[in-house]
């Protein structure tokens, strides 16, 4: 007996399951969120339910079963109203994020495939802490720039051309993240950089980040949650001949 009770007390303790998150918690979630920076997101939301229920019973009034178009209208209205805080939580997500260090890097983590961003900038003026971002994709290299126009856009110009030096003949895109003119709004970059046109293949994006990687990035926390020339990369270039 003696035995039994020492092997059960050495016995390893079974890991306490983990509650999976449901999904009406991720929406509670969301819509808390939103609220913080959307104080009227939730009027918005009723006045959209009940808004399509409204059309419904109307349809029903005027062309059938009344009850029916009702009942029918609810899912509709149901799907509507998420849609409505989707789009607001979304708004909401990029203004607590908009003019943080690190927030282009953050709205790029939306871009599911075909892209590869470094996680810390490649470039970075101390006094002022404008960040140059990367990415590699078909298009060829993309340059995200955070900071005034004024400023920023030398920052933008020494990397290319640094980037250039090691990889002559791969086209490089310049964007600039911000709300002065000429600059693209945060909520928009992620469309932005999708939007580029493939012209590199699957094995040339290799090799270029397998170059890039040589230029390094500049270690630092970021915060967490125009069609170019088409012109084919120097293959010499980066086998490093």
């Known amino acids: 007996m003696a035995r039994d009770k020492s092997a059960s007390a050495s016995a390893p303790a079974k890991p306490a399951k983990v509650k999976k998150t449901r999904w009406y918690h991720q929406?509670?979630?969301?819509?808390?969120?939103?609220?913080?920076?959307?104080a009227a997101v939730t009027w918005l939301i009723l006045a959209v339910f009940f808004g399509v229920v409204a059309v419904g019973l109307l349809i029903g009034l005027l062309w059938g079963p009344w009850l029916y178009m009702l009942l029918l209208s609810l899912p509709f209205a149901a799907l509507a109203a998420m849609f409505t805080l989707t789009r607001r939580a979304e708004r909401a997500a990029y203004a607590r994020i908009e003019g943080q260090p690190g927030a282009a890097i953050s709205a790029l983590g939306t871009i599911r495939r075909g892209w590869t961003f470094t996680q810390e900038p490649v470039a970075v003026?101390?006094?002022?802490?404008?960040?140059?971002?990367?990415?590699?994709g078909r298009p060829g290299i993309v340059l995200i720039g955070e900071g005034p126009a004024h400023r920023v856009d030398k920052l933008l110009e020494s990397e290319r051309k640094r980037t250039a030096r090691v990889?002559?003949?791969?086209?490089?895109?310049?964007i600039e993240v911000g709300r002065e003119e000429g600059q693209v709004p945060l909520p928009q970059l992620?469309?932005?950089?999708?939007?580029?046109?493939?012209?590199?293949t699957k094995q040339e994006v290799g090799e270029v980040v397998k170059r890039l990687q040589a230029l390094g990035a500049v270690k630092?926390?970021?915060?967490?949650?125009?069609?170019?020339?088409?012109?084919?990369?120097?293959?010499?270039?980066?086998?490093?001949?």
Request: a positive charge; proline letters at 11%.
């Open 190 to 200: 992620a469309r932005k950089v999708q939007r580029l046109k493939p012209q590199l």
């Open 167 to 174: 990889l002559q003949g791969v086209p490089i895109t310049v």
């Open 27 to 38: 929406v509670w979630q969301a819509y808390q969120m939103t609220r913080e920076q959307d």
């Open 220 to 241: 630092m926390p970021v915060p967490k949650g125009i069609d170019p020339l088409r012109v084919r990369p120097d293959r010499k270039g980066m086998r490093g001949r």
């Open 125 to 136: 003026a101390p006094r002022t802490q404008d960040m140059v971002f990367r990415g590699v």
